[in-house]
Protein backbone atom coordinates (compact mmCIF):
# COMPACT_ATOMS: atom_id res chain seq x y z
CA UNK A 1 0.00 0.00 0.00
CA UNK A 2 1.35 3.56 -1.15
CA UNK A 3 0.53 5.70 1.32
CA UNK A 4 1.33 9.71 0.41
CA UNK A 5 1.13 12.74 2.70
CA UNK A 6 1.45 16.15 1.24
CA UNK A 7 2.77 19.24 3.28
CA UNK A 8 3.50 23.11 2.93
CA UNK A 9 -0.24 24.57 1.68
CA UNK A 10 -1.39 27.41 3.42
CA UNK A 11 -2.94 31.17 2.40
CA UNK A 12 -0.50 33.55 0.22
CA UNK A 13 -1.15 36.84 -1.39
CA UNK A 14 -1.11 36.85 -4.65
CA UNK A 15 2.57 37.33 -6.45
CA UNK A 16 3.92 35.30 -3.62
CA UNK A 17 5.07 31.98 -3.64
CA UNK A 18 4.65 28.75 -1.89
CA UNK A 19 6.37 25.15 -1.62
CA UNK A 20 4.44 22.03 -1.35
CA UNK A 21 6.14 18.54 0.12
CA UNK A 22 4.96 15.18 -0.52
CA UNK A 23 6.66 11.81 1.51
CA UNK A 24 6.20 8.86 0.26
CA UNK A 25 6.00 5.32 2.06
CA UNK A 26 5.01 1.63 1.40
CA UNK A 27 6.00 1.30 -2.19
CA UNK A 28 8.70 1.32 -4.44
CA UNK A 29 9.29 5.30 -4.93
CA UNK A 30 12.23 5.39 -7.35
CA UNK A 31 10.17 3.21 -10.21
CA UNK A 32 7.15 6.03 -10.09
CA UNK A 33 6.76 8.85 -12.25
CA UNK A 34 5.10 11.08 -9.36
CA UNK A 35 2.98 14.21 -10.06
CA UNK A 36 0.49 16.70 -8.62
CA UNK A 37 -2.71 17.63 -9.84
CA UNK A 38 -5.27 20.07 -8.43
CA UNK A 39 -9.19 20.67 -7.60
CA UNK A 40 -11.31 23.73 -6.94
CA UNK A 41 -14.73 23.31 -5.27
CA UNK A 42 -17.27 22.34 -8.09
CA UNK A 43 -13.98 21.66 -10.55
CA UNK A 44 -12.58 18.85 -12.56
CA UNK A 45 -8.99 17.92 -10.75
CA UNK A 46 -6.40 19.36 -12.73
CA UNK A 47 -2.76 17.41 -14.05
CA UNK A 48 -0.71 20.50 -12.62
CA UNK A 49 3.01 18.58 -13.03
CA UNK A 50 4.69 15.37 -13.51
CA UNK A 51 8.05 14.15 -12.76
CA UNK A 52 9.23 10.65 -14.30
CA UNK A 53 11.33 8.60 -11.39
CA UNK A 54 14.83 9.26 -12.66
CA UNK A 55 13.75 13.61 -12.55
CA UNK A 56 14.88 13.51 -15.82
CA UNK A 57 11.56 14.35 -17.76
CA UNK A 58 8.98 16.82 -16.75
CA UNK A 59 5.16 17.96 -17.52
CA UNK A 60 3.09 21.33 -16.91
CA UNK A 61 0.31 22.21 -17.37
CA UNK A 62 -0.23 25.58 -19.75
CA UNK A 63 -1.72 27.87 -16.70
CA UNK A 64 1.19 26.99 -14.74
CA UNK A 65 4.26 27.02 -17.10
CA UNK A 66 6.95 29.66 -16.04
CA UNK A 67 5.33 29.95 -12.45
CA UNK A 68 5.95 26.34 -10.94
CA UNK A 69 8.79 23.59 -10.84
CA UNK A 70 8.67 20.33 -9.71
CA UNK A 71 11.20 18.31 -7.87
CA UNK A 72 11.91 15.20 -6.50
CA UNK A 73 14.39 13.40 -3.79
CA UNK A 74 14.16 9.53 -3.89
CA UNK A 75 16.47 9.89 -0.84
CA UNK A 76 14.17 11.18 1.03
CA UNK A 77 11.19 9.51 -1.01
CA UNK A 78 9.53 13.06 -1.50
CA UNK A 79 8.27 15.35 -4.38
CA UNK A 80 8.29 19.21 -4.27
CA UNK A 81 6.27 21.74 -5.91
CA UNK A 82 7.92 25.13 -6.23
CA UNK A 83 5.21 27.68 -6.83
CA UNK A 84 5.77 31.22 -7.44
CA UNK A 85 4.23 34.33 -8.65
CA UNK A 86 0.83 32.80 -7.58
CA UNK A 87 -2.61 34.26 -8.93
CA UNK A 88 -5.81 33.66 -6.86
CA UNK A 89 -6.52 31.57 -9.60
CA UNK A 90 -4.02 28.65 -8.40
CA UNK A 91 -6.56 28.60 -5.28
CA UNK A 92 -7.61 24.64 -4.65
CA UNK A 93 -6.56 21.86 -2.84
CA UNK A 94 -3.22 20.58 -4.22
CA UNK A 95 -3.14 16.59 -4.41
CA UNK A 96 -0.24 14.24 -4.66
CA UNK A 97 -0.40 11.06 -6.85
CA UNK A 98 1.62 8.00 -7.69
CA UNK A 99 1.84 5.74 -10.61
CA UNK A 100 1.85 2.20 -10.25
CA UNK A 101 4.77 1.12 -12.20
CA UNK A 102 3.16 0.83 -15.58
CA UNK A 103 5.34 2.93 -18.11
CA UNK A 104 3.09 5.63 -19.53
CA UNK A 105 3.72 9.28 -20.66
CA UNK A 106 4.70 11.81 -19.11
CA UNK A 107 1.97 13.69 -20.13
CA UNK A 108 -0.85 11.39 -18.92
CA UNK A 109 -3.18 12.35 -16.36
CA UNK A 110 -3.61 8.22 -15.05
CA UNK A 111 -2.06 8.02 -11.65
CA UNK A 112 -2.53 5.02 -9.40
CA UNK A 113 -2.07 6.40 -5.76
CA UNK A 114 -3.09 9.75 -4.53
CA UNK A 115 -2.80 11.85 -1.10
CA UNK A 116 -5.22 13.16 1.40
CA UNK A 117 -4.81 16.76 -0.33
CA UNK A 118 -3.61 20.54 1.26
CA UNK A 119 -5.32 23.59 0.86
CA UNK A 120 -3.64 26.29 -0.81
CA UNK A 121 -5.38 30.00 -0.77
CA UNK A 122 -4.07 32.99 -2.70
CA UNK A 123 -5.81 36.05 -1.94
CA UNK A 124 -6.08 39.14 -4.24
Known amino acids: QVQLVESGGGLVQAGGSLRLSCAAS????????MGWFRQAPGKERELVAG????????YYADSVKGRFTISRDNTKNTIYLQMNSLKPEDTAVYYC?????????????????WGQGTQVTVSS
Open 97 to 113: AARGGIPRVISSPVYDY
Open 26 to 33: GGTFSSST
Open 51 to 58: ISWRGSIT
